[in-house]
């Protein structure tokens, strides 16, 4: 007596059917892979001093004041920067905005600090 040849439905990872649209297949797909870079990072904020208040743009903290602890040049300049809530990070000068005496930023900060 012969043996069947046994057989296995098909595995539920199948890409037959599969409608394929370029770039949306996976991280290992060299065209969903494609990244932008900012060159206006690389020159960076000279205007960024320690001690300053800045408003963070992007990113983790986006949006919160801090205060500039220390700056790094380099290819792209960074800051080591301590938010109002006591955490610290390092950011972009490019993602840093500095909050001026007198501007409307600065304003609202001194409101929310009084009612405080």
């Known amino acids: 007596m012969r043996r069947r040849k046994v057989t296995y439905p098909p595995p539920k990872t ?3 059917g599969r409608g394929t649209v370029p770039g ?3 991280p290992r797909d060299p065209a969903a892979r494609t990244v932008s870079i900012n060159l ?10 320690i001690g300053e208040k800045v408003r963070i ?3 983790l903290y ?15 300049s960074s800051a080591m920067v301590r938010t109002e809530a006591g955490r610290s990070r390092r950011a972009r000068t490019i993602d840093l ?3 001026r005496p007198g501007t409307v930023a600065a304003a609202s900060e001194e409101q929310q600090t009084a009612e405080s």
């Open 14 to 16: 199948a890409t037959k």
């Open 40 to 49: 206006a990072a690389a020159a960076g904020r000279a205007s960024i001093r």
């Open 24 to 26: 949306a297949d996976g």
């Open 62 to 76: 986006a949006g919160e004041a801090a205060v500039v602890e220390s700056v790094a040049s380099g290819v792209i």
């Open 97 to 99: 905005e500095p909050i």
């Open 57 to 59: 743009l992007s990113g």
